[in-house]
């Protein structure tokens, strides 16, 4: 038999009615389907990190002239070194640091930060360095004197969510306060000069350039090749490092690019650490996507001494993002896959940051989900956890809570998060004409705005699937699937209004999987991958790799046509 849980109290529900949800009260006795379950918390120990011989940390050293020159952006022990500051599965930030200390920074379960970036000491009479950290909804904030375990919440600022990227270079205008850098949905570069006050620690923006669309990571360095001025790294999709030197230009502070190496497409995330050896030019560390870190000594001309081992093999694989790295940062677009048995038996995978999928564990009672009309959705209250749905007796539940009736109408539903642009997960669903309804998220979980139509001939494919962003801009997006195997991409718009633009066909072929899975992130690099299971139940994983377009495919694993349902 199935389990339920307690009768629920009385509470607002939807009822579907001349083509809209509005409000009427909820059934007080009426049983939700399936226990709400929690999904293993994964076990991650950071090691210490380590540096090479090359670039050993000079005890007491310090920045040269200027936060341009040497910026200690994350030095959170005091010794010089630059320690690392990230955020974990549970989305809480934590911290490792030179000297072995570390720890748990705050608390932010009930809405952990989306990127985290260190920012060096922006207040002279201060001692330590500040940290900011930016909500799914946009909300930007500077926590003060951060040391490896706290940091005083000084200053908030909303509107944030426009950029897909923020980065602190260094000093770019030599007033011995790292600036900030953002760049928007449309690839635009934006300059926020520091101000040395807390209360309204940037001026007014000032505007770059174009054309930033075209990396897929994009850092800071600090000054690497010997002016005294903040530089910043870029990436590109195939993996060329592009260096832009400072010029200390406040209108044109950074110089045209110059390729410095190809091979970085090698790693997921890359990060700097600032000048740890104390000779004034920037260093940086880079993953891999069996979870290595690899530490580059900046040799002051704009390039990087040849590349060190600086952990274990596979010690750091457990981080989904480190502060200050260059990829667009994702959380809540769900962190793993759902898959049930033919006995009625959920189980989850969780992500791994290398592409695959970790070990099995079972989501909820033996048996519990058979014949369950469930779909596993990006976050939809905040929590960085994703979530589950179920329409039961026309009932749709999320997490266990009622959210309405009426729900039997639709055929598929779809949460593959934000799609309307304010940080807040959103459902979509089609009814058996082929009609597909947008349905905004409150943020809670609780209750759905009334529906949107986006369009109609959606019953033309046989999947539907998302999970995050598919094009690199930050914005959710979508794949529909025909049933002869051509796969389109729909390109989120941020606007619920309109929230797609028009298709465009990426492959063919895709009718040899029986299941087509958006995972989310599989490999922690800011872009979201997808699965598919063959008929034989080998499972094969396409990584994302630049906008619409993904990597070969990949077996990653055998066995899955025991599972009768993956979402």
């Known amino acids: 038999m199935r389990s339920t849980r ?72 005091g010794d010089g070194g630059g320690d690392l500051i990230y955020r974990g599965w549970d989305g809480n930030l934590y911290t490792a640091t030179t000297s072995g200390e570390g720890g748990q920074f705050g608390s932010f379960a009930a809405q952990p930060p989306k990127d985290v970036v260190p920012i060096g000491n922006q207040d002279a009479y201060a001692s330590g360095p500040e940290v900011l950290t930016l909500s799914q909804t946009g909300t930007l904030s500077m926590f003060a004197n951060a040391t490896p375990t706290s940091g005083s919440r000084v200053w ?56 930033w669309n075209a ?29 832009y030197a400072g010029k200390g230009d406040k209108k044109t502070p950074f110089a045209a690019r110059k390729a410095i190496g190809g091979g970085w497409g090698a790693y997921n995330q890359v990060f700097p650490v600032g000048d740890d050896n104390g000779d004034g030019n920037g260093e940086l560390i880079a993953r891999d996507l069996a979870g290595t870190l690899w530490y580059y000594t900046g040799r ?41 048995d033919k006995a009625g038996t959920m189980f989850w995978y969780g992500a791994t940051t290398g592409g695959r999928l970790g070990a099995r564990d079972q989501f909820g009672d033996t048996g519990g989900w058979a014949g369950a009309r469930f779909t596993h959705l990006s976050s939809m209250n905040l929590d960085a956890s994703s979530d589950v749905s179920e329409i039961y007796q026309g009932v749709l539940y999320i997490a266990g809570k009622p959210i309405g009736s009426g729900w039997g109408v639709y055929n598929a539903l779809v949460g593959p998060g934000d799609l309307s642009g304010d940080g807040r997960g959103d459902l979509l669903a089609r009814d058996a004409s082929g009609t597909l309804y947008l349905y905004k998220g409150n943020g809670a979980g609780t209750a759905l705005a009334s529906r949107v139509k986006v369009g109609t001939g959606w019953g033309a494919y046989n999947a539907i699937a998302g999970a995050g962003d598919h094009t690199g801009d930050g914005r959710t997006d979508i794949v529909a699937r025909t049933p002869g195997g051509d796969l389109y991409l729909y390109a989120g718009t941020g606007n619920a209004a309109a929230p797609f633009k028009g298709r465009v066909k990426i492959g063919s072929g895709w009718n040899t999987y029986t299941k087509l899975v958006a995972p989310g992130d599989l490999n922690a690099d800011g872009k979201a991958d997808l699965l598919g299971v063959a008929s034989n139940g080998d499972l094969f994983s396409y990584l994302n790799t630049s906008p619409g377009k993904f990597s070969l495919r990949a077996r990653i694993g055998t066995g899955y046509g ?6």
């Not at 025991?562 to 979402?567: D, K």
């Open 215 to 243: 990396y897929d990571q994009l850092l800071g360095i600090g000054d690497n090749n010997g002016d005294g001025w903040a530089d910043m790294l870029a990436r590109d999709p195939a993996g060329t490092l592009w260096f």
């Open 300 to 340: 002051g001309d704009g390039t990087f001494a040849a590349r060190e081992r600086a952990s274990d093999p596979g010690g750091w694989r457990g981080v989904p993002q480190f502060g200050g790295a260059g990829n667009n940062p994702v959380v809540g677009n769900k962190e793993g896959v759902l898959a049930r």
């Open 6 to 77: 307690a009768r629920l109290a009385a509470c607002t529900a939807l009822v579907l009615s001349a083509g809209m949800l509005l409000a009427t009260p909820a059934s007080a006795d009426r049983p939700a389907p399936r226990p709400v379950a929690e999904k293993p918390a994964a076990d991650f120990t950071p090691p210490s990190p380590t540096r090479p011989a090359a670039g050993a940390v000079r005890a007491g050293a310090a920045a040269a002239d200027g936060v341009g020159a040497s910026p200690q952006l994350s030095d959170l022990d």
């Open 562 to 567: 025991i599972y009768n349902s993956m979402s």
């Open 156 to 211: 908030q600022g909303n509107g944030w969510g426009v950029y897909n990227k923020l980065v602190a270079p260094g000093d770019v205008n030599d007033d011995g306060r790292a600036d900030l850098v953002a760049r928007d949905h449309d690839g635009t570069l934006w300059l926020y000069y520091a101000t040395g006050n807390r209360t309204a620690p940037f001026s007014a923006r000032v505007r770059l350039g174009g054309g």
